[in-house]
């Protein structure tokens, strides 16, 4: 089975689990390390981040879940963190949940003779997203980009 595919199976058994508690699945991710799995699931809690003890909690939950599945057929490390204060966004999920954040964007191909910019992350769907520059509100394909990331902000979010 493909990762893409593991990983989606993975949002599946995950979301609910983690909604009933007031949490947001961010993203997953799985890394095959040798013989083993890393499963690693970001979780945020909407106007806060998610502390340790409920982290601690789903951590437990979610691996019983997980082993009573058929989704992993190999052993599997269970991580579970925030998304991080500077994150590099990956999936289309990730984009969706920041929107109204500010982002770095850095394209693979120069657009108006520039490859980076700043601004804030607007929409947000499966082809693609919106950053929005001063006045200029730009559609931009995940395929032209080379890496979006979050910027720190101070007293934000």
């Not at 590099?88 to 693979?108: A, C, D, I, N, T």
């Not at 001063?134 to 980009?145: I, P, Q, S």
Request: glycine residues 10%; hydrophobic residues 40%.
């Amino acid at each position: 089975m493909k990762l893409a595919d593991i990983e989606k199976q993975v949002e599946d058994l995950v979301e609910p689990i983690v909604a009933g508690e007031g949490v947001a699945l961010v993203s997953v991710e799985v890394k095959k390390r040798d013989r083993e799995a890393v499963l690693s699931i970001y979780l945020d809690k909407p106007g806060g981040g998610i502390d340790l003890d409920t982290i601690a909690a789903l951590s437990e939950e979610i691996g019983r879940h997980l082993d009573v599945s058929d989704i992993l057929d190999t052993s599997y490390k269970l991580e579970l963190a925030s998304p991080g204060v500077e994150r590099v966004l990956r999936k289309p999920r990730e984009y969706r949940w920041f929107r109204g954040r500010q982002v770095e964007m850095k394209l693979r191909q120069p657009r108006g003779g520039a490859k980076s910019f700043t601004g804030t992350l607007g929409e947000a769907d499966d082809e693609g997203f919106h950053l929005l520059t001063g006045e200029t509100d730009m559609a931009v394909r995940y395929d032209e980009v080379r890496q979006v990331k979050l910027v720190f902000e101070w007293g934000g979010r």
